[in-house]
């Protein structure tokens, strides 16, 4: 059975949000999974470094001084307040003391990816620096780089994935179902508007 490419990309993009969702990132290195009773690995193993940025989950107050010893002198949250009020400590606080600047962008976990979200980011990534980009679990974070990464550096879709990988980003959770590789086909017009099927 033939798919319209309107219904190819709707498809897609619901199973990239799902994928964004549900996917907590893994250590860049390949390891054995510890078991459940074992501590917590450092935040700078479950992240992953690309270029000038660094991808990961939410860092703990502790975990700051680690990132600016890192040469990161940025941070950029991609966490609601909603989400960060629970956390047990003041981020941007625990941030400043260690020596960085921190700028929230929130996008919620469902329906907050946006062009004007990727706008922001890029601007961002405008004024150069080493820069830690977080969410709760790093899945958002990737996504936002990869689609950065596709729209200043014009890198494929599959491309800018395969770089976010390590995050437990790709394979799309639909193609580790079905077995097989999806392409992505973008066939809506320049606006930026959904495809009509």
């Known amino acids: 059975m033939s798919m319209k490419p309107a219904a190819l990309c709707t498809l897609l993009a619901s199973s ?9 990132p893994e250590p860049a290195k390949t390891a054995a999974t510890p078991p459940a009773s074992a501590p ?17 989950p939410q860092p703990g107050a502790e975990d700051f001084a680690a990132v600016r010893a890192r040469g990161i002198t940025r941070v950029i949250n991609l966490r609601t307040p909603e989400e960060t009020a629970t956390l047990g400590f003041d981020p941007a606080a ?7 600047d921190y700028r929230v962008l929130p996008v919620p976990s469902s329906g907050g990816f946006s062009p ?7 601007a961002e990534m405008a004024k150069g620096g080493e820069l ?6 790093g899945a958002r974070a990737g996504q936002l780089y990869a689609a950065w990464l596709v729209r200043e550096r014009g890198l494929s879709p599959q491309e800018a994935m395969q770089r976010v990988a390590p995050l437990g980003l790709w394979p799309l959770p639909m193609e580790r179902l079905l077995g097989r590789p999806l392409a992505i086909d973008f066939a809506a017009p320049a606006g930026g508007d959904a495809p009509q099927p």
């Open 116 to 122: 004007a979200v990727l706008d922001a980011f890029s």
């Open 94 to 100: 625990a941030a400043a003391s260690a020596g960085l």
């Open 40 to 56: 917590a690995a450092p935040f700078l193993e479950r992240s992953l470094r690309l270029d000038n940025v660094l991808l990961g």
């Open 132 to 137: 830690l980009l977080h969410c709760g679990t």
């Open 16 to 24: 990239l949000l799902l994928g964004a969702c549900a996917s907590r």
